[in-house]
Nanobody, 120 residues
Framework: QVQLVESGGGLVQAGGSLRLSCAAS????????MGWYRQVPGKERELVAR???????EYQDSVKGRFTISRDNAKNTVYLQMNSLKPEDTSVYYC??????????????WGQGTQVTVSS
């Protein structure tokens, strides 16, 4: 199956920036959406941002104006540029890929997660 490899996490001070990358192990030709989610202990995994097949994007309200999701279709890679980071952005960030099967049903794939820590 498709493997997603994440990178770019780390520790930064509030107001700093990080860029997360998520690369698929193979070419994907039926991408429905790629997105970033985050999860902290004791809480549900939540959508941060996603980019749809047509290039449209959606963002969680708390990151609008600070985060930007983008993709490089040729490299099967999605990015999350995170600026003006806040301590509440601290979380494990997961990449998600949604594909469309020949039957029309979606398949979901998850990356391994990368830790983002923002100090105050």
């Amino acid at each position: 199956q498709v493997q997603l490899v994440e990178s770019g996490g780390g520790l930064v001070q509030a107001g700093g920036s990080l860029r997360l990358s998520c690369a698929a192990s193979e070419s994907i030709f039926s991408i429905r959406a790629m997105g970033w989610y985050r999860q902290v202990p004791g809480k549900e995994r939540e959508l941060v941002a996603r980019i749809m097949r047509d290039g449209s994007t959606e963002y969680q309200d708390s990151v609008k104006g600070r985060f930007t999701i983008s993709r490089d279709n040729a490299k099967n890679t999605v990015y999350l540029q995170m600026n003006s980071l806040k301590p509440e952005d601290t979380s494990v960030y997961y990449c998600k890929l949604t594909t469309i099967t020949t039957s029309g049903w979606p398949n979901n794939y998850w990356g391994q997660g990368t830790q983002v820590t923002v100090s105050s």
